[in-house]
C-alpha cells in the first residue's frame, strides 16, 4: 500500500504532531470569501477513534452549497468543508498499519436503526455526508472511525484516489441500485464531465453499455469522445430512445432528458445545479411508462463494491487540477463557472497558512 515518504533516511515514519490544526470555516453564508482559514483547537484523546493526517480534498458541488446556502434548508454553521478526504493514517486502522494512505468514507448512518441494518445506511434519518452536516476534511488533521477508512491501491496517488469516493458513490448508486442498469443498455449523461457525469460514465462502460454524454463545448466533448463515449451538445442530443439518463443538472436538461427517453425508460436524478423548477409532462410520463427516480449518495457496502472496480483499475479518476489547499476560495470559483472536467483536488498546505483573525 503506498505511503508518505519519510522524513529522513532511516525509513521511519514521522512522528506528526498532533497540535495545533488549521482548518476551513465556514462561519456565514456568502461567496468564496466566505472560506476562512481559522486556528483550531486539538483534536482531544480519542481512543476510539483513529487519527488522520490530511493530504487532499476534492471539491463537490455540495461544497458550493454548504458555502452559499440553499432557501428552505438549514446549514449548520460554522462548518469545516471538504466531503472527499485522503491522508495517512497516524494511527493503526485494522489491518492497516500508521504510514498506510487512504481515504475516507464521505458518509454514514446510526448504525442502529434498521435502514442501518439492512445495509441502507442512506435512507437513515440521521445519514451525516461530511462537510455538510458534520466537519469535514479541510484541516490538518481529523480523527474517524477505523471502519471508515480506504486504502489507496498502489496505482494510485492520494491526489488521483481522493477524486473518487463521493462521486463515484453518488454514481454507483444512480445507476447499479436505483436505475437497475442492464448489460448493454443504452445511456445518456447529462453534464458528463462532472464529478458525477465520469464516474456514470465508467460504470456504464463496465457494464457494456452504449453511453452518451452531453457538454457544453466542443473542447469537452472531445475529452468525453476520449473517454469512449458519444459526446453531444446540450441543446442538439442526437439520440433518442435510450434506457437511462443520468440527470444531475435540473431545468437546463430535463426536457432533453424526458425526450431522449425510450418506452419503459428510466430517468435518476442526484441534483439540480441548473435550477431544481422543472416541467413536466404527465402523458409522457404514463403513455411511455417512464421511471423517474430520485437518488442520494449511496450505502457504505455499495461504496465497499464500487472501491473493487477501483482497486481492479476499471474505475479511475479525473482530475481537472490540483491547487493548494490555502487557495481553495479560487477552486471554489472555478467550479461554479463550470471550469472544470471532473474534479478539482486541494493540497495540504494550512500547516504554513496564517490563520485570520476573528
Known amino acids: 500500500m503506498p505511503r508518505l515518504p519519510p522524513d529522513d533516511s532511516s525509513g521511519a515514519i514521522p512522528d506528526f504532531p498532533v497540535a495545533p490544526r488549521t482548518g476551513i470555516v465556514i462561519e456565514q453564508h456568502g461567496g468564496p470569501e466566505a472560506l476562512r482559514v481559522r486556528a483550531l483547537p486539538p483534536l482531544p484523546p480519542t481512543p476510539d477513534l483513529v487519527r488522520v493526517r490530511v493530504t487532499h480534498v476534492a471539491l463537490n458541488h455540495l461544497d458550493l452549497w454548504v458555502r452559499k446556502g440553499v432557501p428552505g434548508h438549514s446549514f449548520d454553521l460554522p462548518r469545516i468543508p471538504g466531503s472527499d478526504v485522503a491522508g495517512v493514517l497516524l494511527d493503526p486502522a485494522g489491518a492497516l498499519p500508521v504510514g498506510t494512505a487512504v481515504v475516507l468514507h464521505p458518509s454514514w448512518g446510526c448504525g442502529t436503526c434498521a435502514v442501518c441494518l439492512d445495509g441502507r445506511q442512506d435512507r437513515c434519518k440521521a445519514f451525516r455526508i461530511r462537510g455538510e452536516n458534520t466537519d469535514g476534511g479541510c484541516v490538518t488533521e481529523l480523527a474517524v472511525p477505523a471502519w471508515q477508512v480506504l486504502a489507496i491501491p498502489p496505482h494510485l496517488a492520494p491526489q488521483e484516489a481522493v477524486?473518487?469516493?463521493?462521486?463515484?458513490?453518488?454514481?454507483?448508486?444512480?445507476?447499479?441500485?436505483?436505475?437497475?442498469?442492464?448489460?448493454?443498455?443504452?445511456?445518456?449523461?447529462?453534464?458528463?464531465?462532472?464529478?458525477?457525469?465520469?464516474?456514470?460514465?465508467?460504470?456504464?462502460?463496465?457494464?457494456?453499455?452504449?453511453?452518451?454524454?452531453?457538454?457544453?463545448?466542443?473542447?469537452?466533448?472531445?475529452?468525453?469522445?476520449?473517454?469512449?463515449?458519444?459526446?453531444?451538445?446540450?441543446?442538439?442530443?442526437?439520440?433518442?430512445?435510450?434506457?437511462?439518463?443520468?440527470?444531475?443538472?435540473?431545468?437546463?436538461?430535463?426536457?432533453?432528458?424526458?425526450?431522449?427517453?425510450?418506452?419503459?425508460?428510466?430517468?435518476?436524478?442526484?441534483?439540480?445545479?441548473?435550477?431544481?423548477?422543472?416541467?413536466?409532462?404527465l402523458r409522457a410520463v404514463f403513455f411511455k411508462q417512464l421511471e423517474i427516480v430520485g437518488s442520494t449518495m449511496g450505502s457504505t457496502g455499495e461504496l465497499l463494491r464500487a472501491w473493487q472496480e477501483v482497486t481492479q483499475g476499471r474505475i479511475r479518476p479525473v482530475v481537472d487540477r490540483v491547487l493548494p489547499l490555502s487557495r481553495i476560495a479560487d477552486a471554489h470559483a472555478i467550479l461554479e463557472a463550470r471550469g472544470a472536467f471532473g474534479k478539482?483536488?486541494?493540497?495540504?498546505?494550512?500547516?504554513?497558512?496564517?490563520?485570520?483573525?476573528?
Open 163 to 281: 477524486a473518487l469516493p463521493l462521486t463515484l458513490l453518488t454514481a454507483w448508486h444512480m445507476l447499479v441500485t436505483r436505475a437497475r442498469l442492464g448489460r448493454g443498455e443504452r445511456v445518456l449523461v447529462q453534464a458528463g464531465g462532472s464529478g458525477v457525469g465520469v464516474m456514470a460514465i465508467q460504470i456504464a462502460l463496465i457494464y457494456g453499455c452504449e453511453v452518451h454524454a452531453t457538454a457544453s463545448t466542443p473542447e469537452r466533448r472531445a475529452l468525453l469522445e476520449g473517454m469512449g463515449v458519444r459526446a453531444w451538445p446540450y441543446d442538439a442530443i442526437g439520440v433518442r430512445e435510450v434506457d437511462v439518463v443520468v440527470e444531475s443538472v435540473g431545468e437546463a436538461t430535463w426536457a432533453g432528458s424526458i425526450r431522449a427517453l425510450a418506452w419503459g425508460g428510466r430517468l435518476v436524478c442526484c441534483g439540480a445545479t441548473a435550477g431544481p423548477d422543472v416541467r413536466l409532462n
Open 344 to 358: 478539482i483536488v486541494l493540497e495540504q498546505d494550512l500547516s504554513t497558512a496564517r490563520p485570520e483573525s476573528t
